[in-house]
């Protein structure tokens, strides 16, 4: 009869025993430990709440900071909408720029529930951890605390970043880190190449974000931007009529190749560079047809994407000599897409095999290869990197380390 009763008093009370603000002893004593080491970076605007409690010792004031704790845990310590604010300015100056933010949503009361259950504070935090496995390793290095100066703000920035990575496909995937100029390919957690690439200008940089390779290009022709068009291409023409021809660009009315041409000297144009186009869409498009010296090279990787960018080979490749590589307008050149290619087609990403794409490479004409297994690419801005040789750090070659704000404690907003 008493083990009936304590059994039926468990069942209605349940087995935590907290304070009234539902806070065992153990969850207080873990979360206080959390909290003095930063262990997951994620305080930030916190610490003038976390000091409070440390005078006062109320849980009241630790739940607030549990919440925060972990939205700042899921979807980092930079503040968003001031970012964008910055991102939307730099675009009216003519800095093309994008940061996509995979942002996660934090409940309160899920949280407090949890915290009333029993939960251990990691059970609690584990949810809101970034799926990115980039983020435990920069997150060993943060711990250890051996790093300072500028380049802790690096892999305090970093380990944001990696916060709002996508939350989806990081089993195989390829990781572009924009700072390190460098992809990599990872198959079922490991790391199988990587070899470096160049990224966007200053001025017009590669979009972090995370898109899902589903077809590659062989002998690619190359759309020129209407952009693109104004800025380079037409002055080149306008110096030197042989330009086009040199270049085996052709003139269409729109980018699909089998249209009918245009004979570029019936075109006026010099009217396309006046003020009044450089808004509209040109009615005469470039078209770069297959060949050695076409910009894209070989063969392009498409990860269909709002941005129109992609990963490609390059008729360029001296450029690869050198340590700073951000040269394009946005794409991303490869140093090694044969490589790449090679290593999708035998390893049955593609659906074609090694043999065929190399016969479909010699024909020297335009083929599309879908890929049988479609590969998430994340972009990533990473200016410090862990990888099992240690802690690297990188230029912070479009200047998120300084531009993007963290968030603000209440009383430090005005």
Known sequence: MAGFLLLWLSACTGPHLGDANGWSTDQRREFERILATDAYASRCQLTPLYQEYLRKRDTAILSKILVGYAENLANSCIDIPAYKKIEKERNLHKIHTHFSFYTQRVSASTLLSDLRSGKSIEQI?????????????????????????????????SLQRAKVMSDKGWESYFLVNVPEFKVRFFEE????????????????????????????????????????????????LLRNRNYFKRKRMIVLRNYTIDSERVDPRSVHWRRYLRPEWKKRELPFKLIQLPGAGNALGRVKFMFPNPYSVYMHDTNRKSLFKHNYRAYSHGCIRLAKPMLMLEYLATHGYLNDDWPTIRKKLATMKLQTVGLRRPLPVHIAYYTAYADDSGLHFFPDVYGFDKLMPLKKAPSQER
Do not use: C
Not at 211 to 222: F, G, S
């Open 189 to 236: 957690g490991q790391l199988r190449f990587a070899f470096p690439v160049i990224v966007g200008r200053k001025n017009w940089q590669t979009p972090i974000f995370s898109a899902t390779m589903k077809y590659v290009v062989l002998n690619p022709t190359w759309n020129v931007p209407d952009n693109i068009a104004r800025a380079e291409e037409i002055p080149h």
């Open 125 to 157: 935090l584990t949810p809101y951890l970034p799926a990115d496995p980039e983020f435990v390793r920069l997150l060993t290095f943060y711990r250890n605390g051996a790093v300072s100066g500028e380049n802790a703000h690096k892999l305090f920035m």
